[in-house]
């Protein structure tokens, strides 16, 4: 059996080969596939196969699923691009006959009014109309989208965002790469569709709170207009694009679309998820 993972070289790619391995799928039987290979060199000296690929190029993206059983499409980082990126890698896995093609969509795809799902929703369609056998793994939020921003927040001594007191279900990306390895070491795959998200739904006042009670300091929510927000963002060097689609995606928060009420992520990694508080406690300790 080979599978194959695109995007290794970034951070959840980097986590689902850890988890392969950890499932005692053999080395050999990995293929790490990224642009950037010699990031992927640590990998290599544990026998995983490595492979340069380029989601904007096909015969790179042919290469790389060559012989392979089973395929992860991570979705790629260049929002504006991805249905296209999506649809070689598609038009590869079923030239070569995958048994399965897993993709990392996002929660509530088919009912959310993000703009960030218009891109993942268009692959979901690519791949329904493919005829290639596919599972979904629709990831709700990382926690580490706001344990990353832990310095600017304790310096600001401030959480802002647009979610109003809409709650978001996110899980760390190790418990979104667990969950792609059980599903790409499991049988009769084909079809399944996971929505996935942490077991505790939070606010972003929930969430201040565990920042401020880690850090031992005072730390507020501050809920802003979209638009306030996004300028907030640009203000801080966010590409203003990218700004206005984060804002839109806390107005989601507050309608509710990533709160995922299944246990499907749980149920796949065979625990709980990593809960809110502990991994603000974490990260607050490794400043």
Do not use: C
Request: hydrophobic residues 45%; charged residues 20%.
């Amino acid at each position: 059996m080979s599978i194959v993972v695109t995007g290794a070289t970034g951070q959840l790619g980097r986590l689902v080969i850890e988890a392969l391995l950890k499932r005692n799928v053999p080395a050999d039987q990995i293929v790490a596939a990224g642009r950037s290979t010699e990031k992927l060199a640590d990998f290599a000296a544990r026998g995983v196969q490595v492979r340069a690929m380029d989601y904007d190029d096909a015969a790179s993206v042919a290469a790389a699923l060559k012989g392979a059983d089973k395929v992860l499409l991570i979705s790629s980082s260049t929002v504006g691009r991805r249905v296209a990126q999506h649809r070689t890698v598609i038009e590869a896995a079923k030239a070569e006959g995958v048994d399965l093609l897993a993709y990392t969509s996002i929660a509530n795809a088919d009912t959310t009014g993000m703009k960030l799902a218009d891109e993942h929703l268009a692959t979901e369609a690519l791949l329904k109309e493919s005829g290639v056998p596919f599972a979904l793994l629709r990831n709700g939020w990382y926690l580490e989208n706001y344990t990353d921003q832990l310095p600017g927040t304790l310096a600001q001594g401030a959480l802002a965002g647009s979610a109003g007191d809409g709650k978001v279900s996110a899980a760390t990306r190790a418990d979104y790469a667990e969950a792609a390895a059980a599903v790409l070491t499991a049988d009769n795959q084909a079809g399944k569709v996971y929505e996935l998200g942490g077991d505790e739904a939070f606010t972003l006042a929930d969430l201040a709170g565990s920042i401020s009670a880690a850090a031992s300091r005072p730390v507020s929510y501050q809920d802003l207009p979209a638009s306030d927000y996004a300028e907030l963002l640009a203000g801080f060097g966010v590409p203003r694009d990218f700004a206005g689609i984060l804002a839109d995606s806390d107005l989601g928060i507050a309608r509710g679309d990533l709160h995922v009420t299944t246990a499907h992520l749980s149920s796949l990694i065979g625990r709980p998820t990593t809960a809110m508080p502990d991994a603000v406690r974490t990260a607050v300790s490794l400043l």
